[in-house]
């Protein structure tokens, strides 16, 4: 689980840079005046950001550069008082550090150090930017090497490791509580439908396509049991949609749990023709799951979820037993 500093989404993107090498920083990178580490430093260019080169000298490059500002979707910025980006930088920097679309294995060294970023997100006390770095790298690393076989995969670890952040700042919110989903903050699902349509039938596609879920599933279901199934039918469906993907037997699994929480909550209120359908239904799809994603963890659990259900022991709410 990514360590999670909830960026701002708000500034607009910099003006485009000039032709040039496209590059990319892999650590934070100084910028000078000149092709001299005493003369005066410009500013500091943070792992990810885009960056031209324009001129070597050496060791040295001229580079354009974009600043430590966060990259959005136009549709992020207010409509009133938007200030503009500031321009790409122009200055010198070392070579060392710096990947460049014409690097040797340039696509394989800068997706294992967007990976080596991410997974440092993931510790319990990650550096403040870790995450975000780890997001911009991938993105780099699929617009320096398009055409790499890495590139699929670091297009979707980027909209992914966004999605999570937005997600976890939008869970945060007292409007999570919510039951209705229409009534919190909504994820930007712009990215997300980029992968779908830019790698159809891939499980990049997929992955994406179970992300956005995450847009229409309820908050608080306040012991209303229309929650747990529309969830339900929700991963049914992408169980239907999606039978090849990675993510088809916990969809299912999902679905059933749910099934079997609402079962519980029907009980609950006396309504025990209600209650008594939603268990074959979690039955049934549990019975799915172990017959055509048989070598998946999610076969045991759907064991354990049906043993529960035959035993009568409550899936949701267990003080109500």
Known sequence: MIAITSPSWSEKKPPPLPAGTLATAIRETLLFVSADSTSEKLATITPGREMVIVERNG???R???????EESHAQDAPVFGAEAAPPPISGWTTS???IAADTPNGDAVLFGIAANTEELASEAHAPKRAAQDARLLYRRMAELFPQSKYAAEADWRSADIRWQLEKEDAFSRPSAHEKENYLRQQLDEDEMKKIIKKYPGTKWADFAAYDLIDNKICGDWQGSEKCPEKESELYIKYADDHPESP???EALYKAAWRQAAAADMYSADNEDKKADGARVHAKDLAARLQTKYPQTDYVP???????KLEQGIPIYGVDRE
């Open 59 to 61: 060791q040295w490059l």
């Open 63 to 69: 580079v354009f550069a974009n600043t430590d500002v």
């Open 96 to 98: 060392k550090g710096v």
């Open 247 to 249: 993510k088809a037997a």
């Open 301 to 307: 659990r759907a064991a354990g979820l049906v043993y």
